[in-house]
């Protein structure tokens, strides 16, 4: 079992930035890394960001490439989404969730912790 606890999100302008963290534990030696998804009211559950506890590779969905930055802190087993130049339409739950595969798709993510919502007003 992996447990992830999501913090960080809230009220922010149009233009603004927030950071959220995403703090693992269990057994977290059976994960490859974690990633970030959100879901907006009304849509689908849609891949943010994530990348490998190892390594240098970032995994970035297009929507947010060049404002969101994914980092980690390995000895703390913490993954962080700094998020910059914040739009209405990034307003969502949060949610972090751990890859079980190498390959860090999508549909290889478990684990979901219980979400952090963002809302970014106009």
């Known amino acids: 079992q992996v447990q992830l606890v999501e913090s960080g999100g809230g009220l922010v302008q149009t233009g603004g930035s927030l950071r959220l963290s995403c703090a693992a534990s269990g057994r977290t030696f059976s994960t490859f890394g974690l990633g970030w998804f959100r879901q907006a009211p009304g849509k689908e559950r849609e891949f943010v960001a994530a990348l490998r506890w190892s390594g240098t590779n970032t995994y970035y969905a297009d929507s947010v490439k060049g404002r969101f930055t994914i980092t980690r802190d ?3 087993n913490t993954v962080y ?3 910059n130049s914040l739009k ?3 307003t ?3 949610y972090c969730a751990a890859s079980f595969a190498y390959r860090m798709n999508p549909a290889d993510f478990r684990s979901w912790g219980q979400g ?3 809302t970014v007003s106009s």
């Open 74 to 76: 390995s000895a703390k």
């Open 81 to 83: 989404l700094q998020m």
């Open 88 to 90: 209405p339409e990034d």
């Open 92 to 94: 969502a739950v949060y």
């Open 116 to 118: 952090t919502q963002v």
